[in-house]
């Protein structure tokens, strides 16, 4: 083997770990506030002490992992203000460009981001808790990109990331769950219309999570909160099949 090609793999490997904890951390595996003793992590991931080392430093650096000197790692736990400033931060960015997302939006751009809305949709049905949190994440990173500043994008990712970033957190019950799907929905409505302000306010109801937005559009929803359906397994079940949707109908294929 070249020292290439181990410096590749050694990399790869620790990645993996990193990637373990991270999935841990996002589907309530490790939930906020846990203390991460890195023994248990070496026999949990089956990994060497350097490699948990080096997953933590880089978790920390995303603000989902503290380090507290003398005393070790914990999964990050927001208190109530950061999360309120942090809301108020993203208000503050993505209502200042809904114009512009109004106005580059095509109807390319449009149906793309039906697809993921309905996405998301899906994997409220039938995917992992992972899954579930990456279709959010796709939906909101498209949505931010018609405003054709990717340094935005960024950085509003990063911020996402100063919260409880579990799915668990984010949506505490089933109404949050199917209140968040149709309000996609909603904002790509808006877009269509090329409706800025109804834009705007469906933006910050949907971060600050206020559900002050225009009446319920019927849809398919889980029949239980995400606590409930997000189980051991971490696979979210079909919804009762009285809804008329099943996984292969919603099949969207690769995004």
Known sequence: MTEMQDVTETAAKERDVTDLVLEDILTGGLPAGTWLKQIDLEKRYDCTRPEVRRALDRLSQKRLVEHVPNRGYHVYQPDGR???????????????????????????????????????????????????????????????????NHELVDLVSEIRQRTSSAPVSQWRTRARVERSAREHHMMVDALETRDVAGLKRLIEAHIRQTGDVAPARKRCAPSMTPSAFWGQNRRIPLISQSCGATAQNLSLGRN
């Open 82 to 148: 950061r999360a309120q400033e942090v809301s108020d931060i993203r208000v503050i960015l993505e209502t200042a460009v809904a114009d512009l997302m109004v106005e580059r939006a095509t109807p390319e751009s449009i149906a793309r981001l039906r697809q993921l809305a309905s996405h998301f949709d899906q994997m409220t049905m039938v995917g992992t808790v992972l899954e579930h949190y990456e279709a959010n994440l796709a939906f909101h990173r498209e949505l931010l990109l018609l405003s054709g």
